[in-house]
């Protein structure tokens, strides 16, 4: 374990005696002897993101050891006793080091720390302040939620002056999410949903059962798992390709087996980390789903377009969404817009990705924030044209 900084926290700031300490790994084995206080404190935690748990952390450090970043942990005390962690990965961008998520790959989990109990703005502002020091020029914190202890923790740090100059759109990224715990029965909550969207899905539900055989479920298998997985990821792959996208991460089996990795360390039995809708025993519709303490995150989905007809993809997020209330979950469909997301939710939430320099040097990444929000512009405007030129050759088919 490579030790990096330390300090006091309340001989600077007055607050308890609290303190930090940074940690950098650059062996998956010696990020592994954080295994019992990491879980320890997870067991401890009212509320965060499935991806932070130790086991999803594990899998995501062992990927970022194995492509050349180090992996620092930043960990605060309230003496003895472990309050906190912020785990990340820092990877060499050219003459810079930037810190950012531990990723499966498709870098989309939610940025910030692991806290024990419930955060408060204290131990939010604490974990702000000692995350400055990790060894990186720059720090990258996807997704974080307006309005939140993080978001208002980090407003006074440095942040890109880029993103402070561009037009709110380009930073802001909607969320949309259920809050079913509020929910007593699923009847409570489906009568919230619009007349419409319940008759289409008993509508829709009769329909695909008379075209087959039809199963919904969750992978309780390994072998199960595998095989969902990789339909999952070779389905979704061809939906980009067809659209002319170039998503990175679908281009890759580096997802796909990170996920595959995941589901032989979890008890599938209990926990519906893959979920389908078969069609004789053939995947139609699957989505990997990450259950944390009280969200599950309705993580990566794709269908077979062959069933659109049926909206498969609104009876899988019904199904998702009931095993979520069934068992105290909110159901989070995440960022980025989706015209279906809207017609089952009753939260909307704003999120950003602060771009944090820690150091003079971190300027630099100035110019990539810059370019990244040219390139972003330029494929919304590719894939317009693109959709308008699918949308007149169908014209011109059915014409013929």
Known sequence: ??????????????????????????????????????????????????????????????????????????????????????????????????????????????????????????????????????????????????????????????RSWVQKLLPERLNVLPGYSVGLRAFARWEDFLGTLSPSLRRNLRRYGKGLSAAGSVEFGWCTTLDDAVTVVDWLFANKRQWALDRGLNTKYLMKDEVRDFFVALASQTDLSTVPLVTFVKMDGVPICASINLVGPRVLEYWIFTFDERYSRYSVGNLLTEFVARWAHANGRDFDMRPLYNEYKTHWVNRETRHRTPVVMLTFRGRFREFSVLFFQISRVRRRLVRSVMSALRSRMRFLHGAA
Not at 129 to 137: E, K
Request: aromatic letters at 6%; one cysteine or more.
């Open 1 to 158: 374990m490579g030790f990096e900084a330390s300090a006091d926290l309340s001989a600077v700031h007055g607050v308890t005696q609290r303190r930090y300490a940074v940690h950098v790994f650059k062996t998956p084995e010696l990020f592994e002897t954080l295994h019992l206080q990491w879980q320890a404190l997870q067991a401890a935690s009212e509320d965060h993101t499935p991806c932070l748990s130790y086991q999803y952390c594990e899998l995501a450090a062992k990927r970022a050891i194995a492509m050349g970043a180090v992996v620092a942990v930043v960990m605060i005390y309230d003496d003895d006793t472990l309050l906190a962690l912020w785990p990340l990965a820092i990877n060499r961008k050219g003459i810079l080091r930037v810190a950012t998520v531990l990723t499966c790959g498709n870098h989309e989990e939610y940025g910030g720390p692991l806290i024990k109990g419930r955060a408060t703005a204290s131990v939010v502002a604490e974990n702000v302040r000692a995350v400055m020091q990790v060894p990186a020029d720059v720090l990258e914190i996807p997704f974080v939620e307006d309005g939140s202890l993080l978001q208002q923790a980090l407003q006074a740090a440095p």
